[in-house]
């Protein structure tokens, strides 16, 4: 029976007849597992037969949460690591080695763009980053040594909402992968798999998990793409002699570049998810929309606040008229537009400093996608250093607050918002 959503996100990947009858997900604390004599394994190590080897490689409550965001975004199989940023290196390390270059949004969260443009460029792999507005820039860097195009589906901070259907069209004509970050979003409110990515990643440490308690990142592989012979992907078609010589696009077919995420580069980089983290975020799925519901009502009430207060110079909420993402928004993101998103104080760093030294419920916090309100005030704290014209340069300004609206009561974050705004016009 193939069921909807809201089952899925309750019931997917496991079923209790298949193990302990524990009606609830267990959480296996083991390190590794015993094989039932040598031939047992020889056989799981050279791929003949499923089952597990080693937690770094796999865990049965990792499973169930592998299982069941690949349900949810409608993947054929999923890898969870030990962070976003662990999924995202292991992503990209499974695609591209010295020489090879990948194309990215450059409107993306800062520590993604340090990732790829200071650490990958230290392995000799290059990003460009692009204006995603247009998605003609990739074309315009696409080349023979292009092994991927990264965006973020609805993007942190300033929630930019590419047209990825546009995207993917242009990697799928080079026979290029395209990832989607989908963090901010969650294959609740939008499944970029149905608008043409192929791989989706996630920091599980967000909305998934939603109480931000559990570092995780997840990657769905859409099993779509074609590896088979494709001239960009020698390390699909040719044997890996790490790996008892298996050729990935023939041994595995769709599922090649997932099979070979875990074989391959999770089994060498270690960036494996704790099984507790595991049945943590899995905990939080089971209420995801309900939740997503909340978080996206409760972000545009705020935004409809922020937008008409006298000390607010501008709020970059997709779902708002005046965004230039109103149109993206509504087409990619019909049930909400989410609740992280950016607004400009008019004033000073001072002034947006001391607005949020003057909240008392909301709290300021480099996280989002928690179930409390958030706010971070880049200009006061992380960039403080940096001065005005160069803040403006990455679109930020003296006064530019990043805002994860939680699920408290929306009166309540507003009736705080409004009080720490007057105090920062004094
Ligand atoms: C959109 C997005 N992707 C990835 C990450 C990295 O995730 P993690 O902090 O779990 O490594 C973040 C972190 O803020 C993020 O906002």
Redesign the pocket.
């Known amino acids: 029976m193939e069921y909807k959503f809201d089952t899925l996100a309750v019931h997917a990947g496991y079923s209790p007849e298949s193990d302990t009858n524990a009606r609830a997900v267990p959480i296996y604390m083991t390190s590794a597992y015993s094989f039932n004599n040598t031939e047992h394994a020889r056989r799981l190590f050279a791929l003949e037969e499923e089952g597990n080897i080693y937690t770094r490689l796999q865990n049965p409550t990792t499973d169930v949460l592998e299982k069941r965001i690949a349900a949810l975004d409608g993947g054929i199989g999923a890898l969870a690591g030990s ?4 999924s ?1 290196t292991m992503t990209f390390l499974n695609l591209a080695s010295a020489g090879d270059e990948i194309i990215a949004a450059k409107a ?2 800062g ?2 763009v340090n990732l790829m443009t200071k650490t990958f460029a230290q392995m000799g792999i290059k990003f460009h980053m692009v204006d995603a507005h247009d998605p003609e820039n990739f074309r315009r860097y696409t080349n023979e040594h292009t092994k991927a195009y990264f965006i ?1 589906t609805m ?2 901070p300033l929630a930019d909402i590419p047209d990825i259907e546009a995207i993917a069209q242009i990697a799928h004509e080079f026979g290029i992968p395209l990832i989607a ?1 989908n ?2 979003a969650t294959p609740y409110l939008m499944k970029p798999i149905e608008h043409g990515a192929d791989i989706v ?6 909305f998934l998990s939603g109480s931000g308690t559990a ?3 997840l990657v769905v592989d859409s099993g779509k793409f074609r590896w088979k012979d494709n001239p960009r992907f020698p390390q699909y078609n040719e044997p890996d002699e790490s790996y008892h010589g298996i050729v990935y696009a023939d041994a595995c077919g769709d599922a090649a570049f997932i099979t070979k995420l875990r074989t391959h580069i999770l089994r060498d980089i270690g960036a494996c998810q704790s099984p507790f983290n595991s049945w943590v975020t899995l905990l939080g799925m089971e209420t995801l929309s309900l939740r997503m519901q909340r978080h996206s009502e409760n972000g545009r009430k705020v935004a409809e606040f922020l937008e008409k207060h006298p000390m607010v110079e501008s709020v970059s909420y997709p779902g708002l008229k005046s965004s230039r993402y109103y149109d993206m928004a509504m087409k990619y993101f019909p049930k909400g537009q989410g609740s992280v998103y950016c607004f400009d104080i008019k004033g000073t760093r001072e002034q947006a400093a001391k607005f949020c030294d003057s909240l008392e419920l909301v709290s300021i916090v480099t ?2 996608g928690d179930s409390r309100t958030l706010v971070s005030c880049p200009a006061a704290t992380t960039h403080s250093q940096v001065p005005d014209d160069e803040l403006a340069d990455i679109g930020i300004k003296p006064g530019t607050i990043r805002i994860s609206v939680g699920l408290e009561d929306a009166d309540d974050i507003i009736a705080d918002i409004g009080q720490a705004l007057e105090k920062c016009t004094k």
């Open positions: 962070s976003g940023h662990g995202m993306i969260y520590g993604a973020e993007a942190n970050d963090t901010e990643i996630y920091s599980s440490t967000k570092m995780g990142g996280n989002l």
